[in-house]
């Protein structure tokens, strides 16, 4: 759950698929996230196999510990489970008790360490290892764009925001858990078919039951998958159909490899752009403006739009202060 950014070291985290690829890959762990736009099987088919679904949602003070009331607490759980310790940290919280659960993963050193560490840990020891440890933190910390600007000392008041969660669903020695480091134990959702779709229908029935705790026309939610990564199997079914002399096949395995190198190369644009220190750029604008005497215009315009937002929040009912 998000809070005071400067009080744990641990910044917020955008719910984003390649912000989370790359999580995976400092990790050493050769899976992707996706956005998931839909909970259909047809959806779901092209992402199989399926380890864990991240889902953010709009967190709500005594809301139901169960999940939804489709569950019931696991005391005597099988496998890894961490409490989130300090806020900001659920992103990466939830890919470790994801991770940590899937049966035979690659990982890598850092991680495999801290799994050996934390084997037979109570969750409240596994959570301050992994807040403590310097390594993940960095990781967190390197999603996150800079800040360029602090605002520590100033004493502006503070206004309340809605606080956003990352928790994971995942299959565990047969059944399907939620695992949410502020709940004191995971969540057991009862076992599941191997047939069919397998874990993931039960994790159906799971979100969409907490998501009907929501008023009607909400859509504070986010959900994504982490999977195997879809590439390499491609690539070789490309070198394979080509050795064959199938070209229509590997004509149609060429629009798919080429669709995920695209998304690859989105995500690295992106990451470079959330990175990158944009108060240089904003200094040169604003004495560019300056200079050319269009600072002050500029100025009167912004806050303008800025009075008539405030006062389209009012007529709304939101709240929206002018500083």
Same mark, same amino acid.
Request: glycine residues 8%.
């Given at each position: 759950?998000?809070?005071?950014?400067?009080?744990?070291?641990?910044?917020? #985290?955008?719910?984003?698929?390649?912000?989370?690829?790359?999580?995976?890959?400092?990790l050493?762990?050769? /899976?992707?996230?996706?956005?998931?736009?839909?909970?259909?099987?047809?959806? %779901?088919?092209?992402?199989?196999?399926?380890?864990?679904?991240?889902? /953010?949602?709009?967190?709500?003070?005594?809301s139901?510990?169960?999940?939804g009331?489709?569950?019931?607490?696991?005391?005597?759980?099988?496998?890894?489970?961490?409490?989130?310790?300090?806020?900001?940290?659920?992103?990466?919280?939830?890919?470790?008790?994801?991770?940590?659960?899937?049966?035979? %993963?690659?990982?890598?050193?850092?991680?495999?360490?801290?799994?050996?560490?934390?084997?037979?840990?109570?969750?409240?020891?596994?959570?301050?290892?992994?807040?403590?440890?310097?390594? /993940?933190?960095?990781?967190?910390?390197?999603?996150?764009?800079?800040?360029?600007?602090?605002?520590?000392?100033?004493?502006?008041?503070?206004?309340?925001?809605?606080?956003?969660?990352?928790?994971?669903?995942?299959?565990?020695?047969?059944?399907?858990y939620?695992?949410?480091?502020?709940?004191?134990?995971?969540?057991?959702?009862?076992?599941?078919?191997?047939?069919?779709?397998?874990?993931?229908?039960?994790?159906?029935?799971?979100?969409?039951?907490?998501?009907? #705790?929501?008023?009607?026309?909400?859509?504070?939610?986010?959900?994504?998958?982490?999977?195997?990564?879809?590439?390499?199997?491609?690539?070789?079914?490309?070198?394979?159909?080509?050795?064959?002399?199938?070209? /229509?096949?590997?004509?149609? %395995?060429?629009?798919?490899?080429?669709?995920e190198?695209?998304?690859?190369?989105?995500?690295?644009?992106?990451?470079?752009?959330?990175?990158?220190?944009?108060?240089?750029?904003?200094?040169?604008?604003? %004495?560019?403006?300056?200079?050319?005497?269009k600072?002050?215009?500029?100025?009167?315009?912004?806050?303008?739009?800025?009075?008539?937002?405030?006062?389209?929040?009012?007529?709304?009912?939101?709240?929206?202060?002018?500083?």
């Amino acid at each position: 759950m998000s809070g005071d950014e400067g009080s744990s070291g641990w910044q917020l #985290t955008e719910s984003d698929p390649g912000v989370f690829t790359e999580l995976l890959k400092t990790l050493g762990v050769d /899976l992707i996230v996706d956005d998931l736009y839909s909970l259909d099987s047809d959806a %779901l088919a092209s992402f199989q196999p399926i380890h864990a679904l991240i889902f /953010l949602f709009k967190w709500v003070a005594n809301s139901d510990e169960r999940g939804g009331g489709s569950g019931q607490f696991d005391t005597a759980f099988p496998g890894f489970f961490a409490h989130q310790v300090v806020n900001n940290a659920c992103a990466t919280l939830a890919v470790l008790n994801a991770l940590m659960n899937i049966p035979s %993963l690659t990982m890598g050193p850092e991680l495999s360490d801290l799994k050996a560490f934390t084997t037979g840990m109570d969750p409240q020891s596994c959570g301050l290892t992994i807040t403590s440890s310097d390594f /993940l933190r960095q990781s967190h910390n390197a999603l996150s764009p800079p800040s360029a600007i602090s605002l520590d000392g100033l004493d502006i008041p503070k206004t309340s925001e809605d606080a956003y969660h990352f928790i994971v669903y995942t299959p565990v020695a047969g059944s399907l858990y939620e695992l949410d480091g502020l709940k004191q134990y995971p969540v057991k959702h009862g076992s599941y078919s191997e047939a069919g779709e397998g874990w993931v229908a039960k994790a159906r029935e799971a979100i969409e039951a907490r998501i009907a #705790t929501y008023p009607p026309g909400a859509i504070e939610f986010n959900l994504m998958a982490i999977h195997d990564d879809a590439l390499p199997k491609l690539q070789a079914e490309l070198k394979a159909s080509q050795d064959a002399g199938r070209d /229509l096949q590997a004509d149609q %395995l060429l629009v798919r490899i080429t669709e995920e190198n695209d998304k690859r190369a989105k995500w690295a644009l992106e990451s470079s752009l959330r990175r990158h220190n944009y108060l240089g750029f904003i200094h040169a604008l604003t %004495l560019a403006l300056a200079k050319a005497g269009k600072l002050q215009p500029a100025t009167e315009k912004a806050r303008t739009v800025m009075k008539e937002r405030i006062a389209k929040a009012k007529k709304d009912g939101k709240s929206m202060e002018e500083d």
